[in-house]
């Protein structure tokens, strides 16, 4: 069974950091690429960033590109999402995903609030 677990979202100033953490477990962490969206209120869930199952590839959507580092730690199962320069639009829900396959397994999300 596999587990997602997101942490590490908060209240933060325009411009301001944060660093988004997951762990995943019940499945072999570094075969699977791993994945980071975001929903923000009334808005349909949306991509953010993956990397793939050695850390060696990763994609971003283009409205955070230059902004948003993804990374993983497959010694420690681990993924993470580095955010700088936050604007008030980057304001939601954050998902970390497993992907397996065609499935898509998700934690239950940390809420990032970008707002002075």
């Known amino acids: 069974q596999v587990q997602v677990v997101e942490s590490g979202g908060g209240l933060v100033q325009p411009g301001g950091s944060l660093r988004l953490s997951c762990a995943a477990s019940?499945?072999?962490?570094?075969?699977?690429?791993m994945g980071w969206f975001r929903q923000a209120p009334g808005k349909e869930r949306e991509f953010v960033a993956s990397?793939?199952?050695?850390?060696?590839?990763?994609y971003y959507a283009d409205s955070v590109k230059g902004r948003f580092t993804i990374s993983r730690d497959n010694g420690k199962n681990m993924v993470y999402l580095q955010m700088n320069s936050l604007k008030p639009e980057d304001t939601a829900v954050y998902y970390c995903?497993?992907?397996?396959?065609?499935?898509?397994?998700w934690g239950q999300g940390t809420q990032v609030t970008v707002s002075s």
């Open positions: 995903s497993q992907v397996v396959g065609a499935t898509y397994y």
């Open positions: 019940g499945r072999t962490f570094s075969s699977y690429a």
């Open positions: 990397i793939n199952q050695s850390g060696g590839s990763t």
